[in-house]
């Protein structure tokens, strides 16, 4: 049990357009989800906590402009990277958690390349 | 601000051996301390999780330890195996800290056969 899906695994985008990422819990009501950003060789730094249907906490120094989160449901959050550029090119990663909110299950990932 | 750092950045071992992965973290008051796996370009699983009032944790062949007041927490991998070629992260959470993980850089491990 506890599965997170993160959809697209990969994806390729050109400069200027926008690319949206889902992180769904496939068997368990996810009252808050988490979004990381990891770059190669380095940690996972938070990025936005989200709770199901009210507007994301974002951390210091992340645009909330450009990185849109939305927690519509109990089971689906989206991370919408805004006009990306090759700077935003990293290995997002999304959590989730329900009852036990000191338990957090993690998507695979999502590689993202803006060329 | 809390920083958690892992020792060594990279270890490469022989198979059957055992080790030891070291986290330190700056705060102490912690709610609780992770140990997670990533394998490469995938996302993190959940290898152990220690509660502040615990000093450690099994689960196989692995068992973490935390001693809270030195800001400290090791991994030990008996019997190494290939298969156990990862990078290993340990993360913290603070008191009523609506459960926001600090991870460490983690460390790179490769067991060779």
């Known amino acids: 049990g506890a599965v997170v899906s993160q959809h697209p695994s990969w994806v390729i985008c050109k400069s200027g357009t926008s690319v949206k990422i889902e992180c769904r819990s496939l068997d368990f009501q996810a009252t808050t989800m988490f979004w990381y950003r990891q770059f190669p060789k380095q940690s996972l730094m938070l990025m936005a906590t989200?709770?199901?249907?009210?507007?994301?906490?974002?951390e210091q120094g992340v645009e909330k402009d450009k990185f849109l989160i939305n927690h519509a449901s109990l089971t689906l959050s989206t991370l919408t990277v805004t006009s990306a550029h090759p700077e935003d090119s990293s290995f997002y990663i999304c959590s989730a958690s329900g009852d036990y909110p000191e338990i957090q299950y993690f998507g695979a990932g999502t590689r993202l390349s803006v060329l | 601000k809390q920083e958690v750092t892992q020792i060594p950045a990279a270890l490469s071992v022989p198979e059957g051996e055992n080790l030891v992965l070291n986290c330190s973290f700056t705060d102490s008051a912690i709610y609780n301390l992770q140990w997670f796996r990533q394998d490469p370009g995938k996302g993190l699983t959940s290898l152990l999780l220690i509660q502040s009032s615990q000093r450690e944790q099994t689960s196989g062949r692995l068992n973490a330890s935390l001693d809270k007041s030195s800001g400290r927490s090791t991994l030990y991998i008996a019997a190494s195996q290939p298969g156990d070629s990862a990078t290993y992260l340990c993360?913290?959470?603070?008191?009523?800290?609506?459960?926001?993980?600090?991870f460490g850089t983690g460390t790179q491990l490769k067991v060779e056969l």
């Open positions: 989200s709770n199901e249907g009210s507007k994301a906490t974002y």
């Open positions: 993360a913290v959470c603070p008191p009523g800290g609506g459960n926001k993980l600090t």
